[in-house]
């Protein structure tokens, strides 16, 4: 698949004509070129033989394909060892914060994830045809991608001689440099729009070990799949997965697949996490509808965008209900359950059953009543289970033992696949009793975390701090590449720290635990609800984005999500013991009280742990200082946690 529509010499493009170019342009486009496209490329075209004209060593392509995430660049231009990523608003008077932003997002998406590209000079350069230019220093950060560039189209080729003459390097072979690896790392948002557009897992992950891990889960997943429906059995699997390994991607992969595939499978992806469900949604159906506009053909109705996309992604509580009033099998025969172990045991789904949907008959856990739902169905069916560990943070959350009992106790006839880590490690994953006839895969676990580009010691950090392993945190900070963990003080220098580093489309947020109440006074108000799909998809300019810095999430609103940066806040919800471990404590009424139930500690510790490792950049933890005349904020409690913190490897800002 060629990268550009046209690409050619700087010579070359000056010999051919405006009509070939637009002919190039027209014909490899992939959608309908309507008349405004091509007078708009028709004036692309005019302004850049002006500007090559003047260059002495250029390349230039035309519609340049960001591989595989479906973004296209209006020009590039490789001069002296120097790219130069073009974008044109025609007609624009204005250089849009939004405008600048994408040009700036397709130079840093080629800078970290094409590789060519890993060590060049990248300059972003917004055209707005009736602005004026704006005179700007040649300012350039630590990874070479200098500041953006504002030209009204006269001056470019200045630009490009200042530019090139300042930072030159090697000269670019052009053919290399278009044909290179390009390995992405998207976010899971950007993950799932690239699958629901047909892009295949292996296409979209940076980590070539992780893509080859996903790969071999995926097909054997499909395996046992065609192995189900050609000999009429029931079959279930269990993949495991490292955090950050793309289990919900594997998921995802999965579920579009078979319905692309074989239609009258009706695979669907589920998920008790409502965030993760109603973002996701919401950001295929906008992602369909903007693909729908770009090719030129009539809006769809947005009721039919959202519908594809409800039967696609799913929650399973809503799942659950619509099987409780109905006995028939459901459609679907291909279920993917995503954080299986999530699912709630009898007595919280017993309880929630009688209070909130005022059902008295329900006596059973949410794995056995879906499990039942399944085996309704008269010939086959498969059940995919993702499991996570170390994320649980709600009670009642039944693990996968309560999956694994069903199973034997209730449902003996169905063929199980296990991931060899819980057949050999039962203990890490609370199984206390597996089915007689198990099939252990190593295929069933991922073992390389894909969710960071910069490092996979960060989970391992993370987990190593909120364990009480300071030691281990000190060297595997070491080991932190390319991430940036740091701490502060001051809120203020947290959020001037995000918006520093954050470039282009990448997004930063503030986070703080669901409990850490006392700090309000610090103005972090965790009891204010917000919106997931606006902080997660509007942009910076919305005061309900999470770009804007001002409203907060908790572990509830971004488990299964992620930033690029983001600052957790801390209360004193961790203490440090005399044994330098973090002792959990809550906030109930008008003061802190100690935590005795064991599970109930387990999911403080694990609450720090989500938010912790929610950023695929870089961290900042906010840690108040106190108030000495506030017993609930003793200033003692804090500086012992900065010190252990600063002692785990966190540098201060």
């Known amino acids: 698949m060629k990268r550009a529509d046209y690409q050619a010499t700087g010579s070359a493009f000056l010999a051919d004509s405006s009509d070939a170019i637009l002919g190039s342009l027209t014909a490899n486009s992939f959608f309908a070129v ?72 397709y130079a840093l998406d080629l800078k970290n994830f094409h590789e060519p590209s890993h060590q060049l000079p990248m300059f972003p350069l917004l055209i707005a045809t009736n602005a004026k230019s704006i005179a700007s220093e040649l300012r350039m950060s630590d990874d070479r991608v200098c500041e953006p560039m504002h030209s009204d189209g006269t001056d470019i080729a200045d630009l490009i001689n200042r530019a090139s003459s300042k930072f030159s390097g090697q000269s670019i072979d052009p053919m290399a440099w278009v044909g290179g690896r390009y390995r992405p790392t998207p976010t899971i948002i950007e993950a799932a729009q690239a699958l629901y557009r047909n892009h295949r897992v292996d296409d979209i992950t940076r980590n070539e070990a992780g893509a080859e891990n996903l790969s071999l889960t995926a097909a054997y997943v499909s395996e046992v799949i065609h192995d189900a429906k050609r000999l009429g059995t029931k079959a279930i699997c269990f993949v495991t997965g490292v955090p950050g390994s793309g289990k919900t991607l594997a998921g995802l992969d999965i579920a579009n697949s078979r319905t692309r595939n074989a239609e009258d499978e009706y695979a669907v992806f ?40 409800e039967q696609f992604i799913q929650n399973i509580h809503h799942f659950r209900d619509a099987n409780v009033v109905s006995e028939l099998a459901p459609i679907e025969k291909v279920v993917i359950f995503d954080e299986a172990q999530r699912a709630w045991n009898m007595r919280k789904a017993t309880q929630f059953m009688r209070t909130e949907r005022n059902n008295e008959n329900f006596c059973t856990s949410e794995p056995e009543f879906l499990l039942s739902v399944m085996d309704r169905h008269d010939d086959w069916c498969t059940v995919i289970c993702l499991v996570g560990n170390g994320q649980e943070i709600n009670t009642g959350e039944a693990g996968i033992n309560e999956w694994l009992t069903a199973l034997a106790t209730q449902f003996p006839t169905w063929q199980v696949h296990l991931s060899d880590r819980i057949v050999n490690n039962p203990e890490t994953f609370g199984v206390s009793q597996l089915p007689k006839a198990v099939i252990a895969q190593r295929r069933l676990h991922l073992s390389t975390a894909i969710r960071s580009f910069r490092s996979e010691s960060v989970s391992a950090f993370a987990s190593a701090m909120i364990d009480g392993r300071p030691d281990e945190a000190l060297a595997l900070s070491e080991e932190l590449t390319g991430f940036e963990f740091r701490i502060t003080r001051d809120l203020a220098t947290a ?78 919800n961790l203490r440090v013991t005399e044994t330098r471990t973090l002792e959990p404590m809550t906030f ?22 989500v938010l912790l490792t929610r950023a695929r ?11 000495k005349t506030d017993p609930t904020r003793d ?9 252990y913190f600063v002692e785990c490897g966190l540098k201060q800002l």
């Open 34 to 105: 309507d008349m405004k496209q091509r007078n708009a490329w028709l004036a692309i075209i005019v302004s850049l033989k002006s500007t090559i004209a003047k260059l002495e060593d250029s390349y230039v392509f035309l519609e340049f394909a960001i591989p595989r995430m479906g973004r296209r660049v209006d020009a590039i231009i490789l001069s002296r060892g120097c790219v130069f990523v073009l974008e044109y608003k025609i007609g624009s008077s204005h250089f849009y914060p939004a405008d600048v932003d994408q040009v700036v997002g």
């Open 270 to 309: 589920l998920s008790g996490n409502g965030p993760l469900v109603k973002v996701l949604r919401a950001a295929l159906a906008r992602d369909q509808k903007n693909q729908i506009k770009e090719s030129g053909a009539a809006d769809a109705p947005p009721i039919e965008a959202n519908r594809s996309v």
């Open 617 to 627: 950049q870089g961290v900042v933890v906010f840690l108040p200082k106190g108030d």
């Open 495 to 572: 959020r001037e720290w995000l918006r520093q580093h954050r470039r282009g489309t990448e997004r930063a947020g503030v986070l703080a635990f669901s409990n850490a109440v006392r700090l309000k006074p610090e103005g972090v108000f965790v009891k204010a609800t917000i919106d997931p799909v606006e902080w997660f998809l509007a942009d910076r300019s919305d005061v309900r984005s999470s770009d804007y810095l001002e409203d907060i999430a908790t572990e509830f609103d971004v488990q299964g999500l992620e930033l690029d940066w983001a600052c957790v806040c801390i209360d004193a």
């Open 588 to 609: 109930r009424g008008t003061k802190w009280q100690a935590v005795n139930d064991s599970d109930r500690r387990k999911f403080i510790l694990n609450a720090h742990r």
């Open 635 to 643: 200033p003692a409690w804090y500086e012992r946690l900065f010190s």
